[in-house]
T-cell receptor
Framework: QSVLTQPPSVSAAPGQKVTISCSGSSSNIGNNYVSWYQQFPGTAPKLLIYDNNKRHSGIPDRISGSKSGTSATLGITGLQTGDEADYYC???????????FGGGTKLTVL | QVQLQQWGAGLLKPSETLSLTCAVYGGSFNEDYWSWIRQPPGQGLEWIGEINHSGSTNYYPSLKSRATISVDTSKNQFSLKLNSVTAADTAVYFCARDPRYGSGNEYDNWGQGTLITVSS
């Protein structure tokens, strides 16, 4: 059971927009920063977003991040088949004094 | 360009000790934090712990009693030892860099991953 909660799967058509939610608590998302990762099968995760909404180097502006209260959201517009992957959120947890991740969301581009 | 290369024994028996090392090429080893993160088959990411160049560590609470992360600044390497392994420790283990250029934790460079299987 992951500390951060993500939907197991989301789907949308090519060209459309999708959002992936990440829910936590005051000990993690509520008072710390959120990062987002993309992972293709058999490969290491890739950093997309850090500090809630800052895009990592080379990440296109059709990918965005936001945070409100104890939840964060990853948004992807102009969906492409190449966006099909697993997406994870992460944050520091002040109570655990550890980094915690969501369980991951599988994005399907129909 | 920072590169992380990791290695270690992939097949262990229950009660044995997992040992992994990650070598860092490029970048500023002494300015960053270095983590171990694992991923059980078909599951999500699990943070194991982190270390900096001075040896300051943090561990995930449930693993703290069994995990030891160490650093060798002369070789730009850091290592993970996890003792008394069980089948529940079967996972792909990644080393990763946290450059702390933001205000939180972010992992921008990862090792290739090592599949560790615990089986009798």
């Amino acid at each position: 059971q992951s500390v951060l909660t993500q939907p197991p799967s989301v789907s949308a058509a090519p060209g459309q927009k999708v959002t992936i939610s990440c829910s936590g608590s005051s000990s993690n998302i509520g008072n710390n920063y959120v990062s987002w990762y993309q992972q293709f099968p058999g490969t290491a995760p890739k950093l997309l977003i850090y500090d809630n909404n800052k895009r990592h180097s080379g990440i296109p502006d059709r990918i965005s991040g936001s945070k409100s209260g104890t939840s964060a959201t990853l948004g992807i517009t102009g969906l492409q088949t190449g966006d099909e992957a697993d997406y994870y959120c992460g944050s520091w947890d002040s109570s655990l004094t550890a980094v915690v991740f969501g369980g991951g969301t599988k994005l399907t581009v129909l | 360009q920072v590169q992380l290369q990791q290695w270690g024994a992939g097949l262990l028996k229950p009660s044995e000790t997992l040992s992994l090392t990650c070598a860092v090429y490029g970048g500023s080893f002494n300015e960053d934090y270095w983590s171990w993160i694992r991923q059980p088959p078909g599951q999500g990411l699990e943070w194991i712990g982190e270390i900096n160049h001075s040896g300051s560590t943090n561990y995930y609470p449930s693993l703290k009693s069994r995990a030891t992360i160490s650093v060798d600044t002369s070789k730009n390497q850091f290592s993970l030892k996890l003792n008394s392994v069980t089948a529940a420790d079967t996972a792909v283990y990644f080393c990763a860099r946290d450059p702390r250029y933001g205000s939180g934790n972010e992992y921008d460079n990862w090792g290739q991953g090592t599949l560790i299987t615990v089986s009798s």
